[in-house]
């Protein structure tokens, strides 16, 4: 039975993590691209630099092209966008599941030691990469920072079959729910980053070819006005619907990570108190997934990306024709 809970209702500053999150991703991956395509010209021809960029861009919307051609777009560009909404809202709260066959791997290995010194072989391999996410987390969150790690950890303890120690499980269990959020976000800024740098770089090279060195600026910013016009008309509702559901996820991360400092959950050396805060944390996700907030938020999520992807389909393009005809107008009037 679904459960009203207001303590899961998204807050200001999630907001503001989502579109930062976003925000940064964007630019990274502008920042990169075009620094790539702009090593490719210099050390390669302008023809197969063009053709890369429009393979790196055609990629990047693959999966929507294809599925297009089995049904509808609308639908085609709706139901990936509400997977991903999904993903970053419900999925955050299913992610966590993963605690329970951890518990239990942990528990299998007291009793196969070559699967217990296999395991621990290849976690310590990872623990330079556990390190630098610890480090980076640490460096933006200053409630991770703040979680005390034991001086001397003992021998004789469960933590002995596994390639870290009690904190690094402590640390990984409070970072762990912040996952889901932050990949659809970095996915879908790293999506527009792609595009929008595909865009300027090729509407510069095609403004150089064109009028010269004068052009290259025109034709970037052409390119760039034709990128947001493309966007906007449904992007105002998409894009707001995808932070939104990161939003959520990220409210819900928050809750469950800051559960783990308030309750001192995974600071036991039994197997039997692992599995104990496990379930506190188990009892957290389903109140999460039986809130009535968050069926009700992906409810309303739904209904704008099925609007959105209405409006990709046949709306955009229309406003688009006419705002690039009368740009054309006017780069005609003054090149030519």
């Known amino acids: 039975m679904l459960k009203p809970d207001p303590k899961f209702q998204i807050h200001r ?78 999925g955050t709260g299913l992610f966590l599941l993963i605690h329970p066959l951890l518990v239990r791997d942990i528990e299998l290995r007291t009793t196969n030691r070559i699967y217990s010194y296999t395991s621990i072989g290849f976690e310590k391999m990872l623990m330079p990469l556990n390190s630098f996410l610890q480090k980076v987390v640490s460096s933006r969150d200053q409630d991770f920072s703040s979680m005390e790690r034991t001086v001397h950890e003992r021998r004789d303890t469960i933590w002995q079959y596994c390639g870290y120690g009690k904190d690094d499980y402590r640390m990984f269990a409070y970072m762990l729910p912040y996952t889901v959020p932050i990949m659809i976000l970095a996915v879908n800024g790293l999506l527009m980053g792609i595009l929008l740098a595909f865009f300027i770089f090729n509407g510069a090279m095609t403004g150089f070819q064109l009028f010269g060195e004068k052009g290259i600026a025109v034709g970037s910013l052409y390119n760039v006005i034709y990128f947001f016009i493309s966007i906007v008309p449904h992007g105002i509702i998409e894009i707001p619907a995808i932070l939104i559901a990161a939003s959520a996820g990220r409210r819900f991360a928050c809750i469950n990570s800051h559960e783990i400092i308030d309750r001192e959950l995974f600071l036991g050396d039994t197997i039997e108190s692992l599995k104990s805060d496990v379930s506190t944390v188990m009892a957290s996700v389903k109140e999460y997934l039986n809130s009535r907030y968050l069926w009700k938020t992906f409810a309303v999520m739904m209904l704008m990306l099925l609007v959105a992807a209405y409006i990709e389909t046949y709306v955009t393009l229309e406003i688009v024709n006419r705002v690039m005809h009368f740009i054309d107008a006017g780069i005609n009037a003054y090149f030519i």
Not at 18 to 40: D, H, N
Not at 56 to 70: L, N, P
Not at 71 to 90: D, H, K, R
């Open 13 to 90: 500053k999630d907001i503001i993590w989502s579109l930062k999150t976003f925000t940064t991703s964007l630019l990274i991956a502008l920042i990169f691209s075009m620094a790539l395509y702009s090593f490719m010209l210099a050390v390669s021809e302008p023809a197969p630099v063009s053709d890369a960029i429009t393979s790196t861009a055609s990629a990047a919307t693959a999966k929507v092209v294809i599925t297009a051609e089995y049904i509808s777009p609308v639908w085609a560009i709706f139901m990936f966008n509400t997977l991903a909404v999904f993903i970053a809202s419900v």
